[in-house]
Protein backbone atom coordinates (compact mmCIF):
# COMPACT_ATOMS: atom_id res chain seq x y z
CA UNK A 1 0.00 0.00 0.00
CA UNK A 2 1.13 3.26 -0.41
CA UNK A 3 3.18 5.52 2.27
CA UNK A 4 1.63 8.82 3.98
CA UNK A 5 1.57 11.27 3.03
CA UNK A 6 1.75 10.55 -0.75
CA UNK A 7 1.77 13.11 -3.61
CA UNK A 8 0.69 13.25 -7.43
CA UNK A 9 -0.20 15.88 -9.79
CA UNK A 10 -1.08 16.79 -13.60
CA UNK A 11 0.90 15.65 -16.46
CA UNK A 12 2.94 18.77 -17.00
CA UNK A 13 3.69 19.37 -13.20
CA UNK A 14 1.40 22.58 -13.37
CA UNK A 15 -1.10 21.05 -10.49
CA UNK A 16 0.42 19.51 -7.43
CA UNK A 17 -1.40 17.64 -4.51
CA UNK A 18 -0.49 16.11 -1.41
CA UNK A 19 -2.56 13.77 0.35
CA UNK A 20 -2.67 13.26 4.30
CA UNK A 21 -4.39 9.93 5.22
CA UNK A 22 -4.56 6.09 3.74
CA UNK A 23 -7.57 5.81 1.01
CA UNK A 24 -10.39 3.82 1.83
CA UNK A 25 -10.67 1.70 -1.36
CA UNK A 26 -9.26 1.59 -4.72
CA UNK A 27 -11.58 0.29 -7.47
CA UNK A 28 -11.63 0.45 -11.52
CA UNK A 29 -14.68 2.10 -12.91
CA UNK A 30 -16.05 1.16 -16.07
CA UNK A 31 -18.60 3.67 -16.87
CA UNK A 32 -18.83 5.67 -20.10
CA UNK A 33 -17.75 8.63 -18.32
CA UNK A 34 -14.95 7.68 -16.84
CA UNK A 35 -13.64 6.29 -20.58
CA UNK A 36 -14.44 9.88 -21.58
CA UNK A 37 -12.69 11.20 -18.68
CA UNK A 38 -9.84 9.28 -19.32
CA UNK A 39 -9.76 8.73 -22.82
CA UNK A 40 -9.03 5.43 -22.10
CA UNK A 41 -11.04 2.06 -21.11
CA UNK A 42 -11.70 3.13 -17.75
CA UNK A 43 -10.50 5.02 -14.38
CA UNK A 44 -8.43 3.85 -11.80
CA UNK A 45 -9.47 5.92 -8.43
CA UNK A 46 -8.65 5.80 -4.66
CA UNK A 47 -11.11 7.43 -1.98
CA UNK A 48 -9.83 9.76 0.63
CA UNK A 49 -10.97 11.55 3.20
CA UNK A 50 -11.48 15.39 1.70
CA UNK A 51 -9.87 17.32 4.40
CA UNK A 52 -6.65 15.15 3.80
CA UNK A 53 -6.31 16.53 0.16
CA UNK A 54 -4.50 19.75 -0.10
CA UNK A 55 -3.65 21.01 -3.68
CA UNK A 56 0.17 22.44 -2.98
CA UNK A 57 0.94 24.23 -6.44
CA UNK A 58 -1.73 25.27 -9.18
CA UNK A 59 -5.21 26.34 -9.32
CA UNK A 60 -7.24 23.18 -11.13
CA UNK A 61 -10.26 24.01 -13.22
CA UNK A 62 -13.47 21.54 -12.68
CA UNK A 63 -16.40 20.79 -14.68
CA UNK A 64 -19.92 19.44 -13.37
CA UNK A 65 -21.93 16.51 -14.66
CA UNK A 66 -24.67 13.73 -13.71
CA UNK A 67 -23.68 10.90 -12.97
CA UNK A 68 -25.23 7.73 -14.58
CA UNK A 69 -26.48 6.63 -10.44
CA UNK A 70 -27.94 10.69 -10.46
CA UNK A 71 -25.34 11.97 -8.33
CA UNK A 72 -23.70 15.64 -9.28
CA UNK A 73 -19.85 14.79 -9.89
CA UNK A 74 -17.75 17.68 -10.31
CA UNK A 75 -14.42 16.51 -11.81
CA UNK A 76 -11.21 19.31 -11.14
CA UNK A 77 -8.58 18.97 -14.05
CA UNK A 78 -5.79 21.28 -14.62
CA UNK A 79 -6.52 23.59 -17.35
CA UNK A 80 -2.80 23.49 -19.50
CA UNK A 81 -2.43 20.00 -19.63
CA UNK A 82 -6.23 18.70 -19.28
CA UNK A 83 -5.32 15.65 -16.68
CA UNK A 84 -8.26 14.87 -14.99
CA UNK A 85 -6.91 14.94 -11.25
CA UNK A 86 -9.83 14.38 -8.70
CA UNK A 87 -13.93 13.86 -8.52
CA UNK A 88 -16.23 14.88 -5.72
CA UNK A 89 -19.72 13.15 -5.38
CA UNK A 90 -22.34 14.66 -4.30
CA UNK A 91 -23.21 11.16 -2.62
CA UNK A 92 -20.25 11.58 -0.53
CA UNK A 93 -19.20 14.99 0.44
CA UNK A 94 -16.60 14.14 3.04
CA UNK A 95 -14.76 12.12 0.48
CA UNK A 96 -12.67 12.73 -2.57
CA UNK A 97 -12.49 10.58 -5.40
CA UNK A 98 -8.46 10.95 -6.62
CA UNK A 99 -7.47 9.40 -10.44
CA UNK A 100 -4.62 7.21 -9.47
CA UNK A 101 -3.00 7.64 -12.61
CA UNK A 102 -1.88 11.15 -11.20
CA UNK A 103 -0.15 9.75 -8.57
CA UNK A 104 3.37 10.10 -7.88
CA UNK A 105 3.52 6.55 -6.88
CA UNK A 106 0.70 4.81 -8.66
CA UNK A 107 2.31 1.42 -8.25
CA UNK A 108 1.31 1.24 -4.74
CA UNK A 109 -2.09 1.20 -4.96
CA UNK A 110 -3.95 -1.89 -5.21
CA UNK A 111 -6.63 -2.47 -6.43
CA UNK A 112 -9.77 -4.68 -5.49
CA UNK A 113 -12.60 -4.11 -6.68
CA UNK A 114 -14.49 -3.04 -10.15
CA UNK A 115 -17.93 -0.90 -10.91
CA UNK A 116 -20.11 -0.35 -13.59
CA UNK A 117 -18.76 -3.50 -15.32
CA UNK A 118 -22.34 -3.57 -17.17
CA UNK A 119 -20.64 -0.82 -19.04
CA UNK A 120 -17.24 -2.68 -19.68
CA UNK A 121 -15.15 -3.25 -22.62
CA UNK A 122 -15.78 -6.52 -24.02
CA UNK A 123 -11.68 -6.95 -24.11
CA UNK A 124 -10.76 -5.91 -20.54
CA UNK A 125 -10.14 -8.80 -18.28
CA UNK A 126 -11.22 -8.89 -14.49
CA UNK A 127 -9.21 -10.36 -12.11
CA UNK A 128 -11.51 -13.61 -10.91
CA UNK A 129 -10.20 -12.33 -6.48
CA UNK A 130 -11.40 -8.60 -7.21
CA UNK A 131 -15.33 -7.28 -6.14
CA UNK A 132 -17.47 -7.12 -9.14
CA UNK A 133 -20.43 -4.55 -9.83
CA UNK A 134 -22.67 -4.19 -12.28
CA UNK A 135 -23.11 -0.82 -11.26
CA UNK A 136 -22.03 1.43 -8.67
CA UNK A 137 -19.87 -0.56 -5.42
CA UNK A 138 -21.19 -1.43 -1.90
CA UNK A 139 -18.23 0.46 0.10
CA UNK A 140 -19.85 -0.50 3.62
CA UNK A 141 -17.20 -3.22 4.23
CA UNK A 142 -14.17 -0.81 2.65
CA UNK A 143 -15.26 2.12 5.11
CA UNK A 144 -16.26 -0.35 7.79
CA UNK A 145 -14.01 1.77 10.04
CA UNK A 146 -15.29 4.87 9.48
CA UNK A 147 -18.94 4.29 8.37
CA UNK A 148 -20.08 7.73 8.82
CA UNK A 149 -17.93 9.11 5.42
CA UNK A 150 -20.36 7.44 3.36
CA UNK A 151 -23.16 9.39 4.31
CA UNK A 152 -24.49 12.62 2.29
Given at each position: ??????EGGCRCQTIRYQCSAAPF???TCHC????KITSSAFATCIH???ESFTVITGSPSANERISDAGN???????????SA??????ARPRMRTVMV?????????EVSAHIWTSRRLPWVMLPADHRIFEKGGDWRP???HDPTRLEG
Amino acid sequence: MIEIPFEGGCRCQTIRYQCSAAPFVAYTCHCLECQKITSSAFATCIHVPVESFTVITGSPSANERISDAGNRLTTSFCGSCGSALVVDNSARPRMRTVMVGTLDRAQDIEVSAHIWTSRRLPWVMLPADHRIFEKGGDWRPDYAHDPTRLEG
